[in-house]
């Protein structure tokens, strides 16, 4: 819990450094910004990628979790639920208010591979890297949100804290039940994803990276297939 706890003191921090400069940090600063965390984010999922000792493994599990969320279009899902929520709260009368505000926030920063895959990193195996760079991420979002849309982003923290953390403690009940076998698949498969979302993050590619989340449930599924068989 430790590196979540960092992730949502970076939010608070940024968001009351944005609250103090009152304006946005200029757009071409937040994009160079964004690809050197993207370039960051791609050198993270290949240390974690290239011990993988099953490719075949990881194949079939990207390919038929990607097949899983192609069909049922698990990316588009999330987006729709986001974008219905975030039109709920900014039906305002003159100016964004709290509400807006800490529901924006709430999506940018907790919706996305980043948030599954380093939560069940921590509690699988402990390692918080990935969350230390979403944690680098959010400071940066929380300064630029607040700066624009007010107080309200400082509540992504506390979301940050329940939603990011729930995962993390789930992960670490169920670390006792995986074998380390499952866990360095499971480790390998989520760092070939974090490739392609700093691939994104660096504006090099546009995959649907929600859509490869599945693939974490089929690679426990798989190795316990084999093991049966």
């Known amino acids: 819990m430790f590196a979540v706890i960092v992730n949502c003191i970076a939010i608070i921090i940024g968001s009351l450094i944005g609250l103090a400069l009152k304006r946005g940090v200029p757009k071409e600063t937040a994009d160079a910004l964004m690809r050197g965390l993207g370039v960051c984010t791609i050198l993270i999922g290949i240390q974690g990628a290239v011990v993988e000792k099953n490719i075949l493994i990881m194949i079939v599990s990207v390919v038929i979790g990607i097949f899983w969320g192609e069909t049922i279009d698990l ?15 900014t039906k305002k009368d003159g100016g964004e208010d709290f509400a807006n505000a ?5 999506l940018i920063m907790n919706v ?9 990193n921590a509690g699988l ?11 680098l991420l959010d400071f940066i979002s929380g300064i630029m949100l607040s700066a624009v849309m007010g107080a309200g982003v400082l509540g992504s923290a506390v979301f940050t804290l329940v939603f990011q953390g729930g995962i993390v403690i789930f992960a670490e009940n169920l670390a006792p039940i995986l074998s380390d076998e499952i866990i360095s698949e499971l ?5 070939l994803i974090i490739i392609a979302l700093g691939l994104n993050m660096a504006e090099i590619t546009k995959f649907k990276v929600i859509n490869y ?5 089929i690679t426990p599924v798989i190795m316990l297939m084999m093991k049966l068989l």
């Open 75 to 89: 990316d588009g899902k999330v987006n729709r639920l986001a974008e219905k929520v975030t039109k709920k709260f």
């Open 213 to 217: 989340l599945p693939a974490l449930i």
């Open 102 to 106: 800490f529901v924006t926030s709430c």
């Open 187 to 191: 480790n390998s498969v989520g760092s």
């Open 112 to 120: 996305g591979a980043m948030v599954i895959v380093g939560s069940l």
């Open 125 to 135: 195996l402990g390692d918080f890297n990935m969350l230390y760079t979403k944690s």
